[in-house]
């Protein structure tokens, strides 16, 4: 108190109580970080076992990925195979029987793809519109 001139000695140990957690602080900085502790081998040891899991995940998400990708492109190719045996053997027949010519027949098949892309396109457009509303 006298070096200080402070009269009260909460002010004073105040100012020893930051003087040690500002030692305290300087010291845990100073330490090297390759220094271990008792549990750093313990904990390296879980980190990598929650790293191995995660890729064992991950993998098995790829390979399911795989899968509905597989499965994507049979049904698309499914549809469109369906879409252009159904045009040719039923629609066709009747639309040359009615005289629209080729061009006209073409146009005709383009206008109906186009539509369906865009209800498809539609479609996934508002479900996942309804997945960010749920979030």
């Known amino acids: 108190m006298?070096?200080?001139g402070e009269r009260n000695?909460?002010?004073v140990l105040r100012k020893l109580v930051d003087?040690?957690?500002e030692a305290r602080r300087k010291k845990s900085q100073a330490a090297p970080l390759t220094e271990k502790s008792e549990h750093a081998g313990v904990r390296l040891d879980m980190i990598e076992?929650?790293?191995m899991r995660l890729v064992?995940?991950?993998d098995t998400s790829f390979r399911i990925e795989d899968v509905c990708l597989a499965l994507l492109q049979g049904i698309l190719a499914e549809a469109?195979?369906?879409r252009r045996l159904l045009w040719e053997s039923v629609v066709l027949p009747q639309l040359r029987a009615e005289g629209i010519d080729v061009n006209e027949l073409k146009r005709r098949f383009v206008v109906q793809q186009d539509q369906a892309?865009?209800?498809a396109y539609g479609?996934?457009?508002r479900i996942m519109q309804s997945q960010e509303n749920e979030k």
């Open 123 to 125: 479609e996934a457009e």
């Open 9 to 11: 000695e909460s002010a």
């Open 117 to 119: 892309k865009d209800y």
């Open 80 to 82: 469109y195979a369906a």
């Open 49 to 51: 076992s929650l790293l």
């Open 19 to 21: 003087e040690a957690l």
């Open 2 to 4: 006298e070096d200080t």
């Open 56 to 58: 064992r995940h991950a």
